[in-house]
Nanobody, 119 residues
């Protein structure tokens, strides 16, 4: 059974930090590129960061460059998102996604974790 379980969300003050985790099971984690998306209320889901297989490459939305870092630990089947210098506009539900590097359309989503940045 495929599962992606996000954790680490919560309420944080502006300027604070959070570290999100996404634990994967039920598929060959190392064969998937991993991404973090977020969705704010009333807005469409947007890509935040992506990391390639084995972490060879990463890419970020312009809005989070220099503040967020995506990483992965293939031994633990887990992808992380370190978020620093958080802003109120970072508020939203954060989702991780797994995309197979060779099989078109094979992808999985987690259920999301809420991040709220507010004083």
């Amino acid at each position: 059974q495929v599962q992606l379980v996000e954790s680490g969300g919560g309420l944080v003050q502006p300027g604070g930090s959070l570290r999100l985790s996404c634990a994967a099971s039920g598929f060959t984690f190392s064969s998937y590129a991993m991404s973090w998306y977020r969705q704010a209320p009333g807005k469409e889901r947007e890509l935040v960061a992506v990391i390639s297989r084995a972490g060879a490459a990463t890419n970020y939305a312009d809005s989070v460059k220099g503040r967020f870092t995506i990483s992965r630990d293939d031994a633990k089947n887990t992808v992380y998102l370190q978020m620093n210098s958080l802003k109120p506009e970072d508020t939203g539900a954060y989702y991780c996604k797994a995309r197979h590097i060779a099989i078109w359309g094979r992808e999985y989503w987690g259920q999301g974790t809420q991040v709220t940045v507010s004083s």
